[in-house]
Each structure stands twice: as structure tokens, then as C-alpha cells.
């Protein structure tokens, strides 16, 4: 079975940090390229950050350059998304999502995601 967990949300004020985890299990974890979406109240959701696990490239919307760090250890499965200097438009529940990067493959996978709030 297919997971991808995420944990770490949470109630913060402005200017602080947060660290999300992102635990998959039931796929080939090096195969993937893993990313965090977010989606705020009555937005799209939107691309924020992603790394894949066969070269370590990573993304970052312009948005959330400078303050967040994503990160991949291979060795636990899980994906790890470092939010500094959080703002209060950073507010939205993030989610988790796997994409395969195995070109005769099209799977992706979607966490169940996990709610940071950030006040002023």
C-alpha cells in the first residue's frame, strides 16, 4: 500500500520555522521525484518546493526562495521541507505529493496534508 504521511504542521507567529516530514513507504522512494504543494483558503493549490531522488535537483517557488529548504534522506524514505521566516501568507495546508520519474511510468501519489498556520 501506497503512503505518504506528512507531519510537522502547526500553529506558529511570523518569523518563525517549522520543519515538515514527508514519511513514504510502498514505492521505489529513489525512483520519485517528491515536491510540497500548498493550498490556502479559497486558492488553488500551488507548487511550492521539490526534489528529485535520482539527481537531488531541486525546485522552489519564487515565493518561498531564501526561506525554504527541501531535503530527501534516502535512507529513511522521507522527505523534509525547512520553512524559515514563516509569513502569514505561508498559511495553508501543505501536502505531499510523488511523482515518478521513470519515464515509462505515470504514478503519482498524494499525501493527506498537514496544516501550518502563521499569524502576525
Known amino acids: 500500500e501506497v503512503q505518504l504521511v506528512e507531519s510537522g504542521g502547526g500553529l506558529v507567529q511570523a518569523g518563525e520555522s517549522l520543519r515538515l516530514s514527508c514519511a513514504a513507504s510502498g514505492f521505489t522512494f529513489d525512483e520519485y521525484a517528491i515536491g510540497w504543494f500548498r493550498q490556502a483558503p479559497g486558492k488553488e493549490r500551488e507548487g511550492v518546493s521539490c526534489?528529485?531522488?535520482?539527481?537531488?535537483?531541486?525546485y522552489y517557488a519564487d515565493s518561498v526562495k531564501g526561506r525554504f529548504t527541501i531535503s530527501s534522506d534516502k535512507a529513511k524514505n522521507t522527505v523534509y521541507l525547512q520553512m524559515n521566516s514563516l509569513k502569514p501568507e505561508d498559511t495553508a495546508v501543505y501536502y505531499c505529493?510523488?511523482?515518478?520519474?521513470?519515464?515509462?511510468?505515470?504514478?503519482?501519489?498524494w499525501g493527506q496534508g498537514t496544516l501550518v498556520t502563521v499569524s502576525e
Open positions: 526534489i528529485s531522488n535520482i539527481d537531488d535537483d531541486t
Open positions: 505529493h510523488a511523482d515518478s520519474l521513470v519515464i515509462t511510468q505515470h504514478f503519482q501519489y
